[in-house]
């Protein structure tokens, strides 16, 4: 049985690639700083690993096939970033594991191109673009010197899952229950998101078709790319129910940011909810078979019952 290990396996990314790791009947371990298994990954063997700890990440990841780097400090530590990158590295050549990472959009700067292919350069203009365009640099670097083989799949905005710090449970969902859509930008511009559930799906695809890859590979994962207003009307249906529409106070993060670290790095990226982006991929389909893609309503339905929004007691709420 192929063994992976989960690195960040408490946030919310982690638990939900663990979780189809999990069904999908990989041997899965579940690396987290205090060595203990989230709920929803039942069946996964925990051990204790810290990522800024390079010899305990390679004793943590000892004996695996594949390593899923589902590390992501909150917004204000990404100075540890690159260490973490490292580190993975040496415990993945330690281990001659294969290395799977998810990719952002935070790569190709402002202005963002409308639609981004696997061939679109990376042109950061943010200090987070310019560490994750990093962070990929030392990825290749790695594998064209032999030591590790990494396959990056790249999405946009997440939602569904259980768990905090989505744009779309702490901006778009926030005051749901109340009869109000908040939209963190134009209605109607484009936007990029990934359905978690989704994008799970995808890397396991790809650690199934592993011979059909190269020893790197960046590839997109097309996901929904749309607008608030699609967003909207899903959220509609599935609480039976209209929304009024509100949109997030910018100008309030603007006028604080020199004050408060968290809203001076979400300002930074603020141009991603002004700019119209869409992922495409050339190259998925042909490795992994039909692309995962659950329909906006019912993803939407079910993002909204993973954040703890009742859709029966929502139609009552208002």
């Known amino acids: 049985m192929t063994k992976i290990a989960i690195l960040g396996a408490n946030g919310r990314l982690g638990r939900v690639v663990g979780k189809a790791f999990i069904d999908a009947g990989f041997d899965v371990r579940a690396v987290t700083r205090s060595g203990k298994v989230p709920a929803e990954l039942k069946g996964a063997t925990a051990v204790a690993g810290d990522a800024l700890d390079r010899e305990a990440l390679i004793r943590a990841t ?9 590390l992501n400090p909150i917004y204000t530590d990404w100075g540890k970033c690159l260490p973490m990158a490292e580190n993975v590295m040496a415990a993945c050549h330690a281990n001659g594991a294969l290395h799977l990472f998810p990719g952002t959009v935070y790569n190709y700067g402002s202005p963002m191109p409308e639609v981004v292919t696997e061939d679109t350069p990376f042109r950061p203009t943010t200090e987070k673009g310019r560490i994750r365009s990093a962070m990929e640099a030392l990825f290749r670097r790695e594998a064209d ?32 229950n109340k009869g109000v859509y908040t939209a963190p930008g134009p209605a109607n511009l484009v936007h990029e998101w990934a359905y978690l559930p989704d994008f799970a799906i995808g890397f396991v695809g790809l650690a199934r078709n592993q011979g059909k890859l190269g020893f790197f ?16 009307a899903a959220a509609e249906k599935a609480l039976g129910r209209p929304l009024k529409l509100t949109f997030m106070p910018w100008w309030v993060l603007r006028a604080g940011s020199p004050f408060v ?9 603020s141009y991603l909810r002004f ?14 078979g039909e692309v995962p893609h659950t329909p906006l309503d019912e993803a939407v339905a079910e993002a909204l019952k993973d954040i703890g929004i009742s859709l029966d007691n929502a139609k009552d709420a208002a």
């Open 261 to 269: 670290a968290m809203w001076r790095e979400i300002v930074s990226m």
């Open 62 to 70: 000892q004996g695996v096939d594949i390593v899923f780097n589902g």
């Open 275 to 288: 700019e119209p982006h869409r992922l495409v991929s050339d190259r998925l389909a042909s490795i992994i």
């Open 217 to 232: 590979e960046a590839l997109n994962f097309p996901g929904h790319a749309v607008t608030d207003m699609d967003i909207k």
């Open 145 to 176: 010197a032999g030591r590790v083989r990494t396959i990056i799949l790249r999405a946009g905005d997440f939602f569904g899952g259980t768990g905090s710090g989505s744009w779309f449970d702490l901006v778009v969902a926030a005051k749901m």
